[in-house]
Each structure stands twice: as C-alpha cells, then as structure tokens.
C-alpha cells in the first residue's frame, strides 16, 4: 500500500508519434469570428462528450478576494454573451453581488479542447429568466423554491420536507419563479480557444474585445 496518488505519465515519444499519425491534418483556428467558433466546437462538442456538454467552471471572488470557482450549466449564448442561472442568495450570486466580474472554461475532453472566457457580469432581464424557467422540470421548479442555496443543511430529510411542502402549496398549478432565482449573463471582453497538439505543442488564439470588433493573438502554448 502507498499514500502516493497515481497519476498518468506524460506520453512518451512513441505515444506522441502515433498520435500524430492516427490524427487527421487540422486547419489552422480562424480569426475571423469568436462566436462562430465557439457554436462549431459546442456542436461537436454536444454530439461527442457523453455528458453536458454545455457545463462550464464559473470562478468568481469573494469579498476577501479569495477566488472561488464551482461547475454550472450554459443556457444560452450569442453574441451578448454567456448565460447561467441560479440562486441568488447562493455564493456564486453574493459574489457576483459585490464584484460583477467573471471567469468561465469550457473543457470538452473527447474533444482534446478548452475555451477560456472573462468578462463583466450583468442580470438577465425579468423575461429572459422567466421563459428559461418555464422549460425546467417541475421537480427541479420545487427544488429551487425548497434550496437555500449554499447555506448549512441539517440533513437531506430537512431538504426533502421542503420540498414536499412547496408541492402541496402549489399543488397541480404552475410554479412560478421564485423571487430569489434569476440569472446572470458574462459579457466576454476576452475569449480564448486552446486546442491539444502533440508533444504539449499546443495552439491557443486569444480573442480581445475592441470597440465593436476584436483584436486576435496567437499565444504560446
């Protein structure tokens, strides 16, 4: 027995090598338009990686500006930006609260990619959040009006009783959305696409917002 994690080795030469050759001959990233790469690679990325696809690390700081960073799900993105919801009275929503700033990485692994964004983080409009409720589940309706979110809880029977409570409140009607519960969308002012080349020669392309466009760099891996 030993106390030692095990981690993979690196890949030998060998292993580079037949990598390369088992590859197919990869275009260069184009600079032309960071939201059309970015809804290429989550096309592929929804067809190949076996579970959501759309997940995404969300790091923020809190008011000791110790950073903080936990999974949550995408729900929409275009041009405005990036989409997420939650509690509100969460940790991530307090943080958000205080410095509206964010990080969010995308690491699709099937696919051997990241995406890197950062930005300024605003509230979605009333409406937005609104319709994105209306298609969740009605279990997970419950589930969001029973959460207090990031706070201590006695045990999961203390949880389930909540909910149960909320079911027999709004009984067979629609649940609407709680007052706590909304979402954020990350306005990127920087948007970076890494994609794996053997022998940790790696390719990143660095988009930077600028005015109405963006300004491009090819960064060392």
Do not use: C
Not at 13 to 18: G, I, K, L, N, T
Not at 175 to 193: A, M
Request: net charge neutral; hydrophobic share 40%.
């Amino acid at each position: 027995m030993t106390d030692k994690t095990l981690i993979p080795p690196s890949p030998s030469e060998d292993d580079y090598v037949a990598q390369v050759a088992a590859a197919e001959p990869l275009p260069q990233l184009s600079e032309a338009d960071p939201f059309a790469l970015f809804n290429a690679w989550l096309t592929e990325a929804l067809a190949k990686e076996p579970n959501d696809a759309n997940a995404m690390s969300l790091a923020t700081v809190d008011a000791a500006g110790m950073p903080d960073v936990r999974m949550v799900l995408l729900k929409d993105a275009d041009r405005r930006g990036f989409v997420f919801y939650s509690h509100l009275g969460s940790a991530k929503g307090q943080e958000l609260s205080a410095n509206p700033k964010a990080a969010l990485l995308f690491h699709w692994k099937s696919l051997r990619r990241q995406v890197r964004v950062r930005g300024a983080v605003s509230p979605v409009t009333p409406e937005e959040a609104d319709a994105y409720w209306a298609t969740r589940a009605r279990p997970a309706q419950l589930g969001a009006w029973a959460s207090e979110q990031s706070r201590p809880l006695p045990d999961r029977l203390a949880f389930e009783k909540k909910i149960a409570e909320f079911g027999l409140k709004f009984g067979l009607g629609k649940v609407p959305r709680p007052p706590h519960w909304s979402g954020w969308r990350v306005e990127p002012q920087v948007i970076e696409f890494w994609r794996d080349r053997p022998f940790r020669l790696h390719e990143r392309l660095q988009f930077v917002r600028s005015g109405e466009g963006w300004t491009t760099s090819r960064l060392f891996p």
